[in-house]
Every structure is written in C-alpha cells, then in structure tokens.
C-alpha cells in the first residue's frame, strides 16, 4: 500500500529540505558575492568571468563520474564529506579575506572546489531524494521543493549584497556555517538514503555506461537534457553581464543584489503557481515556456539598462520550477533507483556542458564588444533552443507526466 503521509509530516523530507535550504541560502550569498570579490581584486570582466566559470567547470567535469560513486557507495556518507570540503575551502577564503591577502589564483581554487562539492553533493542528493519521498508523491515534493529553494534565491542574493557592503568576508562566511546547518540534518535523518543492494559487481566504466546508456534511450531524458544546456548558457551568461553592467554603472552591492533577487522573486512565484500550471498546461507547453521567455532580452537591446536586463531575466526565471519540477518528476518516474543518481547526473551533465562558458563569453564580450551585441550572442543560444524545441518530434509527442508518474509506480 502506498505511503499516504503527507509531506509535512514526512520527518526526513523535512529536515532533508530544512538543511538544504539553508545551505542554498549561504551559497546564494557568497554567489553574489564572488564575481563582486573578483572584479574588486582583479578589475576586470574576463577574469572575473574566469572565476565565475570555475565554480561552475566541475559540473561538466564530474558530474557523471559523481553520479557513479552515488550509486556505489553510501549516499549520506558522501554529502557529508562534500559538505566538509566546502566548509574547509570557504574557510580558507574567510581567513584570506581577513587577511587582506586575497589573491586571483586562490579565489579561482576555492570557487572550483567548492563546485567540486557541490556536484558530489547533488549527485547523492538526487538519489536521497528518490529514497525519501514516496513514488506517487514526487511530482508534488519536487514542487514543493522548488517552491522553498526560489525563497532563498529570492532572500539570499539581496542578503548577500548587504553583507558585502558592511564586510566583504560576511557573505563567505555566512555560507561556511551554512554546510554545518546542511550536515546536521542529514545526521538526524533516518531514512536510508539508497535502497538496499549487495556490492558493486561491475566496475566504474560499466556503471558510467549504464547510466548513461539508460538515459540515451529515452529521447524525452536525452533531447530536454541538451536544450537545458542552451538556456542555462544564455541565463547565467545573461546574469553575469548583467552584474558587470551594474558595477559599472555604479549600482552598489546591495543593488546589485536586489536585482539578481528579482529572479527569486518571479521563480517563487513560479513555484506557487506550478501545480495550477501542470493541470492547465502539457508537459510540453510547460518545457517550452522557458525558451520563448527568453526573447524577452529584446527589451534591452532597445533600452540597455542593466535594470531591464534583470527584468526580462527574471521574467525567464518564472518558467524554471515549472520546467525542472515537470523534468525531475519525469526522470524519478522512469528511473530504477539504483540508476538514479547515474541517470540524473548524466542528464545534468549533458544540460551543464555548456554553464562554464556562459560567464566566461559574456566577460570576454563584454570587454571587446557593446553591451547590446553580448546580450544578443549569448541570448541566441536559447532562442534557437526555443525553435527546434517547437518544431522536434520529440517534444511534439510527449505524454501527459500524470500518465509517466502512473505507469511508473504500477511497474
């Protein structure tokens, strides 16, 4: 018999969800926090986009590999560890601020390490999720899941940019003590965060081949996964510059995070209204609202105002929960548990391939073209994706998610 608990009485969907998003809320203040660190130390958009894009390289480089070692070793054990990692490397960055000794090389090492973290974290984290959460209540915990996170990214960027205003080792340090928070309760969870299975018999490479073989063949999981890629190139390349264009034009820091707080202003308010959506809406309509959002950047070519580009950004942001809470139900409905953790992290690394190169080409842009032409090359990416999304077979014939979500849990 299914389990009928609701959410807010399921104790460890709880304290999972409590120690994440207070974990979230210290990396959305040092998120904002960084590229302001950076374009202090170093005075320049490209190596500010340097440090930006080393956050974010471990994503493509690992994340499949993370997937593997979630689904053959102990999941809370790895959460565990990749909290303390980024505990460690964030304090190293505190003790240089205080310092005064700051240094390019050092800010690009703990940014990428602590993107190491993040990617092992999120690779267990996906396959304790499934674990946790009931199958017949997934689509509604991963909303709410979306729901929660986009109040931190509506608090945590604006929280962020104050603190940088009064010191610039606040936010860095506000984020430490946020991977102690995230440690505890995974400690005080009870729940086995894996299925039980016997041990591995295959080796690395035939596991990294399941997962990715799994996922291959599900054309809905392979195709969504690679537009993904494109729109979280052109978003976080579009915030990137949009962060730069303020700097530049004098915004403080708290501005500045006032205006990347308008993304979790519009993401919450997606998030409230993703269940209504997902009754009113197919699962296609839902996945292709994000792209066509995207042309909301034309604003800014007729009014280049590092303001309207927020706006039209976080006009864009609406659609994420309703698009990655639709993707996460889909993939957790189709996915065996002891593929999750590989099939997720395969799927994020196809949608993540492209993440680094988004600061990364907007910082370069920026400092050899006009703000207009960035804005508009990073943005094409997306309104590509947007067309053959619309046009592909693929998208075109996808069932309702009720009907993947039900015949998931009948097998």
């Known amino acids: 018999m299914p389990d009928e608990t609701p959410l807010s009485r399921n104790r460890d969907f709880v304290l999972l969800q409590a120690g994440q998003l207070l974990s979230r809320a210290g990396s959305g203040m040092s998120g904002v926090a960084y590229p302001l660190l950076a374009l202090s130390v170093t005075g320049s958009s490209a190596r500010a986009g340097v440090i930006q894009a080393a956050a974010l390289f471990p994503f493509l480089l690992f994340s499949t590999i993370a997937g593997v070692v979630a689904d053959r070793y102990e999941r809370r054990r790895l959460m565990i560890a990749a909290d303390v990692v980024n505990s460690l490397a964030l304090a190293s960055l505190v003790a240089a601020i205080l310092a005064d000794r700051v240094s390019f090389p050092q800010l690009a090492a703990v940014a990428f390490v602590d993107g190491c973290g993040a990617v092992m974290f999120g690779a267990a984290y996906s396959g304790a999720f499934r674990s946790i959460v009931p199958r017949a209540q997934l689509p509604a915990a991963a909303s709410v899941e979306q729901a929660r996170a986009s109040v931190v990214r509506l608090a945590a960027p604006s929280l962020g940019g104050v603190l940088y205003v009064f010191s610039r080792v ?17 400690l005080l969870i009870r729940r086995p965060f894996q299925d039980s299975r016997g041990a591995a018999t295959s080796s690395v490479r035939e596991d990294l081949v399941e997962g990715l073989k799994f996922l291959w063949q599900v054309p809905f999981l392979r195709v969504s996964a690679l537009m993904i890629a494109f729109s979280n190139f052109s978003f976080r390349a579009g915030q990137f510059a949009m962060i730069v264009l303020a700097r530049r034009e004098g915004y403080s820091g708290a501005t500045i995070g006032v205006l990347v707080s308008l993304v979790g202003i519009t993401t919450l308010a997606g998030s409230f209204a993703s269940p209504l959506l997902r009754r009113a809406f197919s699962l296609r309509t839902i ?68 993440l680094p190169l988004g600061p990364l080409v907007a910082g370069f842009l920026l400092d050899s073209v006009s703000a207009r032409t960035t804005v508009l090359t990073v943005t094409a990416a997306c309104m590509a994706a947007a067309v053959f999304g619309t046009v592909g077979r693929t998208i075109r014939n996808l069932p309702e998610l009720e009907d993947v979500v039900a015949a998931g849990a009948e097998s």
Request: charged share 10%; glycine share 2%.
């Open 170 to 186: 606040l936010p860095f340090l506000a984020d430490t003590l946020s991977y102690a928070f995230s440690t505890l309760s995974i």
């Open 287 to 354: 996945l292709l609202s994000e792209f066509w959002a995207s042309f909301g950047v034309i604003a800014f070519l007729v009014w280049p105002n590092p303001a309207v580009l927020a706006v039209a950004l976080a006009t864009q942001a609406f659609c994420f929960p309703n698009t990655d809470a639709a993707l996460a139900s889909y993939r957790y409905a189709v996915t065996p548990d002891r593929l999750t953790a590989r099939v997720t992290t395969a799927a994020s690394n196809l949608s993540v391939m492209t």
